[in-house]
């Protein structure tokens, strides 16, 4: 954790998800505050299921999301969904740039940033994600890879209220697989120093770096007590209110 940042717990239900699982959502948005006075929390939703899921979270602490949006406003884009019209059903973030998209929809890092600052012209915080394949942490790669993600994806005009970035290393995703503590402690420290480079330390201090992968109740303790781990973006572990709650809970 960093002082001064409040943390953000986050969760990605990727393609799960139906009418039924609202009931699991709805127990998430109970029991969210009880779990974690000082954190802010937030489920990214398929589209499907985020304007039900926004009336579901009302009045509660905890928000809802979308994982993707096309850069543009509207247009001619059969199947795409603009930043505005997560917006109009109720979202407060937008995950950009996960590696699921990145590999299953050959996204760059230039289509990355085009839809960070998309999010933002819709009122949106970007929650962009980086983070290093196996065979590229076997070759020594992951600070140049992070560097070179940042620096491509990360606009400029990125502040601490429109953007967090998610380090997920690929190989840890959906695996069960972690880094140490110490290589998380040395992403994120990394992931910092760049970030003040690249915008500014004022900025780059503020911004709640989360970390993604195989985070559950049993290590989330261990993993968001790390310096610069400023919260944690779920996968498997946001599906259930259990164990949502149980890393929400984990925060310090
Ligand atoms: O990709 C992730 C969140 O975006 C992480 O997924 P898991 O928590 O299932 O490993």
Not at 34 to 57: F, H, K, M, Q, Y
Not at 160 to 172: D, G, L, S
Not at 173 to 184: C, N, R, S, V
Not at 195 to 211: F, P, V
Request: charged share 20%; net charge negative; hydrophobic share 40%.
């Amino acid at each position: 954790m960093t002082p001064n940042i409040k943390p953000l717990i986050a969760g990605n239900w990727k393609m799960h998800g139906t009418s039924a699982s609202l009931s699991s959502l709805e127990a998430m948005a109970t029991g969210f505050a009880e779990a974690a006075s000082d954190a802010d929390g937030v489920i990214c939703v398929p589209a499907t299921l985020l304007e039900r899921a926004a009336g579901v979270v009302e009045g509660s602490s905890l928000q809802v999301g979308g994982q993707d949006c096309h850069p543009a406003e509207k247009g001619a884009h059969t199947g795409d969904i603009s930043p505005e019209m997560l917006s109009d059903c109720g979202a407060i973030y937008v995950i950009v740039g996960h590696s699921e998209r990145r590999a299953d929809h050959g996204e760059s890092d230039g289509v990355v940033a085009d839809k960070a600052k998309a999010a933002w012209r819709a009122g949106l915080i970007a929650i962009i994600c980086i983070g290093e394949t196996e065979a590229q942490r076997k070759a020594g790669e992951t600070f140049n890879v992070l560097e070179e993600q940042m620096a491509g994806s990360v606009p400029a005009g990125a502040s601490a209220t429109n953007t967090v970035i998610a380090y997920e290393p690929v190989w840890a995703i959906g695996t069960g697989l972690t880094p140490e503590i110490a290589d998380i402690e040395a992403a994120h420290a990394h992931i910092r120093q760049h970030l003040r480079k690249q915008l500014g330390a004022e900025t780059a201090d503020s911004m709640r770096l989360l970390y993604g992968g195989s985070v559950k109740p049993g290590n989330a303790g261990d993993i968001l007590s790390v310096e610069n781990v400023d919260g944690a973006l779920i996968g498997g572990a946001s599906l259930k209110a259990e164990d949502y709650l149980g890393i929400v809970g984990s925060v310090g």
